[in-house]
Each structure stands twice: as C-alpha cells, then as structure tokens.
C-alpha cells in the first residue's frame, strides 16, 4: 500500500521568508512523488516531480523540493514567499515498483502568506 | 490553463437524481482520471481509462459510473445521488498510463439537495 501524510493543515509565513510544507510518504518500493498547488475554484497544477537522481527538484515559480530517502520525505520549500502563493498545497506519491499504482494524494495543506 | 476541459462548471440537483459529468482531455493526452474532492475525504480516486479502456478502479461507489468514448472525452454518471454526494469532482489526464503529471480540470461542483 502507498500514502501520504501531510502533517500540517495549515502553514503561516511572511512575504519575503522562507517556507517549508512538509510531506512524508510510504511506499514498498520506489517512490514517485509530486507537489501540486490549487488556487480557489481551480484544478490542481503540477508544481514538480522526483522519481530518480538529484534529491533537490526545482520546479515552478520558485519551487523546490528536498527527496530524503532515509526519513522518506519529500518537503516543498521556497527561498522567498510571496504573498500569491497563497494556496492548498498537495503530496502525492506513486509506487514506481509495484506494477500499476494509482497517484495517492495528501490531504493537503493550506499555506497562507502575510503581507 | 491546464487543457483540460470540464463541464458543466456547477450543477445542483435533487436527492435520488441522475447527472452526468463531462471532460475532454488536453490533446494528444491517451489517460483520463476522476477524482472527488470533499472537505471530510480530501482527493479520493476514482477511476482512470486509458485509451478507452478501464485502467485503475479506486473509492468509487456502485452507483458511480464511467466510460471513456473513441474520441477520448470522458464522462462520469453519478445516480441516486445523496446529499453526501455534494463535492467537487475534477478529471485529469496524462499522456501516459502511469508516470506522466497529471494535468487537471477546474472541476465541476455538484451540490445535491
């Protein structure tokens, strides 16, 4: 079985600091892991994906992602907030090693940024 | 804009109703995903189709159903609803089965009541 747990529901941080939404998961075999990000009233959007080699991923709009295998986490991080970053963000997690594997998703966290 | 077409955006209906959900997928892109999203459940599975072919099956009830057409749109029939069905529920699609991004719909809202 694959899951995801994303500890906190709700991150606060000022514009202009760094920030951190934590993600944890477990899978059997390798993981496949994502972040995504959902404005209010829209879809989810990819943000960045690991599935092998660097364990820091960069993605969109300043996006980056730590992959640490031996604390099986995969935390989103930002240098600089800005307060349009304000959103629900997602952890989701595939397992690369057990044949088809459906994408299993956090719960989400709310991370909201103060001017 | 992720390419994803969903509709209707919103649709309210009554209890013991049937409604049906429509998506067509960015082009080029062979899989299709449904999810439900609640603010009790969080993002549940649905079901996917590949190419026309049911692929994955996930949390979805009985009265749930879906289909992939030649075209590659999609559509999910919700029937006998409940008021628990209330919930936003959004397609994706991807250009492969398994370890593409998936790329979202803005949703369509169903409020039952």
């Known amino acids: 079985a694959q899951s995801v747990a994303q500890p906190e529901d709700q991150v606060n941080v000022a514009e202009g600091n760094p920030l951190t939404v934590k993600c944890t998961y477990s899978v059997s075999g390798n993981p496949y892991l994502f972040w995504y990000v959902q404005y209010p009233n829209r879809g989810l959007q990819f943000l960045l994906k690991?599935?092998?080699?660097?364990?820091l991923v960069k993605g969109s709009y300043g996006f980056e992602a730590e992959f640490n295998k031996s604390q099986t986490s995969f935390h989103l991080k930002k240098p600089s907030a800005l307060v349009s970053d304000s959103a629900l963000y997602f952890c989701a997690v595939r397992d690369l090693d057990s044949g088809y594997s459906t994408l299993t998703f956090g719960k989400g966290t709310m991370l909201l940024v103060s001017p | 804009d992720s390419g994803v077409t969903q509709t209707p955006k919103h649709l309210i209906t009554a209890t013991g109703q049937r409604v049906t959900l429509r998506c067509s997928p960015r082009s080029g892109d062979l899989s299709v995903y449904w999810y439900q999203q609640s603010l009790d459940q969080g993002l549940q599975f649905l079901i996917q189709y590949y190419n026309g072919e049911e692929r994955a099956k996930g949390n979805i009830l009985e009265r749930f159903s879906a289909q992939q057409f030649p075209d590659l749109h999609s559509e999910l029939n919700l029937s006998s609803l409940e008021l628990g069905d209330s919930a936003l529920y959004f397609c994706?699609?991807?250009?492969?089965?398994?370890?593409?991004?998936?790329?979202f719909g803005n949703g369509t809202r169903l409020t039952v009541t």
């Open positions: 994706a699609s991807s250009k492969q089965g398994d370890n593409s991004p998936l790329h």
């Open positions: 690991y599935i092998t080699g660097d364990n």
